[in-house]
């Protein structure tokens, strides 16, 4: 229990004299004493009850406090019989050592203070181990009242007033109490992210943190031991709204004895998938070794029910590539990145906002050299409506819906959508030594166009390893542009080429705060018009002109010439 607690209940007679800033210590325990030193009686953490007999002078308050204070007591509470009131040099005494101070009036007996702690911190530990007990007696029972981390949850909601929730990599609620508000997204998020951060930093569990002025611990649902490489992107955490910096040992075993429980769940619906997994890895291989589409068609339709249940239509389907990468000069130790990848790119592909662990049944991922491939069923229309729409080729429109990471009606899953789902927490996890990449295919139609689909996506995941950071994506529509051939110019001729035309530009604006590059970047985006750019810019057409002069006489070009502009648009895309 809290300190604060005691100040709720009328009955105890308690009047707070000082320490309002620690009153959210933990009582672990209530001593009454009226002796000089009883350090020898304290262990820490308890509420110190005293009639002040022990008081002969003013210079007496100091070192018994300060012996409380080094024993870490929780705090002091001084009865005012004996002196009528509790003297100002205790009271000085308290504040010097942030120790909280209490009176109690003498109308109260120590006891009924005694007998009230007493009552509170049992009723905690009966509640913790009630918790475990009933915990594991509903994950082993059949029928609707067994299994699933929700149960748990509530459990730590109903038994021990704490708030919490399993999160993935992303951010995304696997579980939550079935009463009360489910966490904001935003913050979800970057719990996930410091949760990664910390276990790559090898710092120990949990590991607490604070968003939006709240106390998080983070504990980690770990599914085994060994190179957190492996895990990190992939395993689940439990979120517990509360600081448990001054947990006693028997809380926080607890709570790791709940990790452990939600490990089991996870591992039962890990094997879930394995149905999936065999699908796509199928699947794969008939379109890598050209296997005739009557072939891959008559798999998928196997597949389509499995990933689809209920849906009548044949879908469309897209394909995913993703690879992860770590710096590793010891070629031993270093991992597949498509296995690690694999798990990874599961929990990727289910929209952030969707709650429950099943939202990855309608993902099949396979992997296969060092890159994980996922098959996505997307709804697709009835062959009696694509007749009618006049379609029958390998390759159309994007499939009308898709949940996966919440991309609109009608355009499939995209890269940039994906990207900005999962950049931010997994970021964290690779820190400067891994990085994740994405390609995302167009959908398709049929089994014709799944063999494009797959190189589509694996070039796609090609350019998206081009560029710098250390999540990236790329999708088809990238294909089709000059901007595909950026990444593949050297780094040496990339740096000299932006250099010799930006350098100069860079350079006057740190003189003369002049923001001529910015200027440039507008006017190639409005196609060289000038009322476009300079209302784009909130400028005078005259102010424009006198700018777009400027950087023509500081690098020697012409921006009414389409090479000129070709060159400086190219020089920002690569700087």
């Not at 699908?279 to 005739?292: D, I, K, M, S, W």
């Not at 209920?310 to 995913?320: D, R």
């Not at 609109?408 to 999962?422: E, H, I, N, R, Y």
């Amino acid at each position: 229990m809290r300190l604060r607690a005691l100040l709720e209940n009328d009955s105890l007679g308690l009047r707070l004299l000082g320490g309002e800033d620690e009153l959210d210590r933990t009582v672990r325990g209530v001593m009454t004493t009226d002796l000089r030193d009883p350090s020898r009686y304290l262990s820490g953490g308890e509420l110190v009850l005293t009639g002040l007999a022990w008081r002969h002078a003013p210079e007496d308050s100091e070192p018994f406090v300060q012996i409380l204070a080094s024993a870490g007591v929780a705090g002091l509470a001084a009865g005012e019989a004996e002196l009528g009131r509790v003297p100002e040099d205790m009271v000085a005494a308290c504040a010097r050592h942030r120790l909280p101070l209490f009176s109690v009036t003498e109308s109260v007996a120590f006891a009924t203070i005694t007998e009230h702690v007493v009552r509170q911190v049992s009723t905690e530990r009966a509640g913790d181990l009630a918790a475990v007990v009933e915990r594991h007696r509903r994950l082993m029972s059949s029928g609707p009242a067994g299994g699933g981390p929700d149960v748990v949850l509530d459990l730590l909601g109903s038994d021990l007033d704490l708030a919490a929730w399993v999160l993935s990599p992303t951010g995304r609620q696997i579980a939550r109490p079935t009463e009360g508000p489910g966490l904001p997204q935003e913050t979800a998020t970057r719990l996930a992210g410091a949760h990664m951060a910390a276990v790559r930093a090898g710092r120990r569990s949990p590991h607490r943190t604070t968003d939006e002025s709240t106390a998080y611990s983070l504990f980690p649902v770990h599914r085994g031991a060994g190179d957190p490489r492996r895990t990190v992107l992939s395993d689940w955490l439990l979120a517990v709204a509360a600081d448990t910096g001054d947990w006693p040992a028997e809380r926080l075993d607890l709570l790791h004895g709940v990790t452990q429980l939600i490990a089991v769940e996870r591992d039962r619906r890990d094997a879930s998938r394995t149905v999936r997994r065999r699908l796509a890895q199928e699947v794969l291989e008939l379109v890598q070794t050209g296997a005739p589409p009557s072939e891959i068609a008559a798999r998928l339709r196997v597949a389509a029910p499995v990933l689809l249940p209920g849906q009548g239509a044949s879908p469309h389907w897209q394909v995913i590539v993703a690879r992860v990468d770590w710096d590793e000069p010891d070629p031993a130790r270093a991992l597949d990145g498509g296995a690690v990848a694999q798990t990874l790119l599961e929990e990727l592909l289910i929209d952030p906002r969707a709650v429950g662990p099943d939202g990855s049944d309608r993902v099949a991922v396979a992997h296969v050299d060092g890159e994980a491939v996922a098959l996505v069923p997307l709804p697709g229309e009835s062959p009696q409506e694509e007749a009618e729409a006049g379609r029958g080729g390998t390759r159309g429109e994007p499939a009308r819906t898709t949940g996966l990471t919440g991309a609109p009606d009608g355009a499939g899953l995209q890269a940039d959508s994906l990207l900005a789902a999962v950049g931010e927490p997994l970021g964290q996890a690779l820190a400067d030594d891994g990085r994740l990449t994405l390609g995302v295919s167009a959908a398709v139609h049929s089994a014709e166009g799944l063999r494009g689909a797959l190189e589509e996506a694996r070039h796609a995941r090609r350019v998206a390893a081009a560029r710098p950071g250390a999540v990236r994506a790329a999708g088809h529509e990238e294909l089709a542009s000059h901007v595909l051939l950026l990444p593949f110019v050297p780094d040496d001729v990339r740096r000299a080429f932006t250099a010799r035309l930006l350098d100069p530009l860079r350079e006057y604006d740190r003189k003369h705060r002049a923001e001529l590059v910015p200027t440039l970047e507008a006017f190639l985006s409005s196609d060289g018009s000038w009322t476009r750019c300079a209302s784009r810019l909130h400028l005078h057409v005259n102010t424009l002109r006198y700018r777009v002069s400027r950087i023509e006489q500081l690098t020697g070009r012409d921006l009414s010439r389409l090479e000129d502009k070709l060159d400086f648009f190219l020089a920002l895309r690569m700087s």
